[in-house]
Nanobody, 119 residues
Framework: QVQLVESGGGLVQAGGSLRLSCAAS????????MGWYRQALGNERELVAT???????NYADSVKGRFTISRDNAKNTVYLQMNSLKPEDTAVYYC?????????????WGQGTQVTVSS
């Protein structure tokens, strides 16, 4: 079973930057898609960005040009560089990994990390 450990959240002023990391560990798995989602208080969880094993990237319109997703396949780690942060980016950010193991396809969520942007 894959375990996910997130890090990098915190409090930042508007216009600032943060970098989130999510490392996957376990045995006998092959990761396909890695991504980040977020959930603001009172809202549904929404897509922020995803990246496939082949490097195809998808961003939510609200973060295009400000956020950059990347991954290190050797370390099974996905990153989210967040620049020009806005108060509306305040949310709990969740890592998501889709992977193959034992002939089955799984989807797993991280524990979430709080990002707070003050105005």
């Amino acid at each position: 079973q894959v375990q996910l450990v997130e890090s990098g959240g915190g409090l930042v002023q508007a216009g600032g930057s943060l970098r989130l990391s999510c490392a996957a560990s376990g045995s006998s798995f092959s990761i396909n898609v890695m991504g980040w989602y977020r959930q603001a208080l009172g809202n549904e969880r929404e897509l922020v960005a995803t990246i496939t094993s082949g490097g195809n990237i998808n961003y939510a319109d609200s973060v295009k040009g400000r956020f950059t997703i990347s991954r290190d396949n050797a370390k099974n780690t996905v990153y989210l560089q967040m620049n020009s942060l806005k108060p509306e980016d305040t949310a709990v950010y969740y890592c998501n990994v889709q992977y193959f193991s034992g002939g089955y396809y799984f989807r797993r969520w991280g524990q979430g990390t709080q990002v707070t942007v003050s105005s």
